[in-house]
T-cell receptor
């Protein structure tokens, strides 16, 4: 079984400041890692994913995340945020193998960008 | 073109009623999902179908019954609605499982009076 912990439920930050949203996971098997974003009254959209290879992955809208296997973390970063980045962000994992490889989501982090 | 579409977008009904939510995807994916998002934004998988076959059936009341008439459709029927069923229900699809990203619909906001 897998579990995902997003350490901050709310992150307020001023426009053009950098931001880091933290994600830690626990799993007895190897997993793929994802970040999804949910804008108000919309479904989730994929921001980026880590499958293998380079531990630094770049996604859409200027976001990037770094996989750290020893710390079982996959933190999301953006060097300069915009008002339009205000949304709920979800970290998720999916096991490499198994007959039913579903996504397990964290509880979400509300990012609020202030003018 | 909407990739994953759900209808209705809003559903307000009384306790004890039966209701259905429909989902269609035009991405050619072979796997579809239903998720429940509660008032605290927590997302939990309910069901998953792969090529019309049920592959994930989490612990949900048997009042919830998914139906997949073909690979492009996955509907959710709920009998005897209860107050605790109030939530946002999301449909999603992917090509296979595991590393393939899931594409989500915009959700159906179910409110039980």
């Amino acid at each position: 079984a897998q579990s995902v912990t997003q350490l901050d439920s709310q992150v307020p930050v001023f426009e053009e400041a950098p931001v880091e949203l933290r994600c830690n996971y626990s799993s007895s098997v190897s997993v793929y890692l994802f970040w999804y974003v949910q804008y108000p009254n919309q479904g989730l959209q994929l921001l980026l994913k880590y499958l293998s290879g380079s531990t630094l992955v770049k996604g859409i809208n200027g976001f990037e995340a770094e996989f750290n296997k020893s710390q079982t973390s996959f933190h999301l970063r953006k060097p300069s945020v915009h008002i339009s980045d205000t949304a709920e962000y979800f970290c998720a994992v999916s096991p490499f193998s198994g007959s039913a490889r579903q996504l397990t989501f964290g509880s979400g982090t509300q990012l609020t960008v202030l003018p | 073109d909407t990739a994953v579409s759900q209808t209705p977008k809003y559903l307000v009904t009384q306790m004890g009623n039966d209701k259905s939510i429909k989902c269609e995807q035009n991405l050619g994916h072979d796997t579809m999902y239903w998720y429940k998002q509660d008032s605290k934004k927590f997302l939990k998988i309910m069901f998953s179908y792969n090529n019309k076959e049920l592959i994930i059936n989490e612990t949900v009341p048997n009042r919830f019954s998914p139906k997949s008439p073909d690979k492009a459709h996955l509907n959710l029927h709920i009998n005897s609605l209860e107050l605790g069923d109030s939530a946002v229900y999301f449909c999603a699809s992917s090509q296979g499982q595991g590393y393939q990203p899931q594409h989500f619909g915009d959700g159906t906001r179910l409110s039980i009076l």
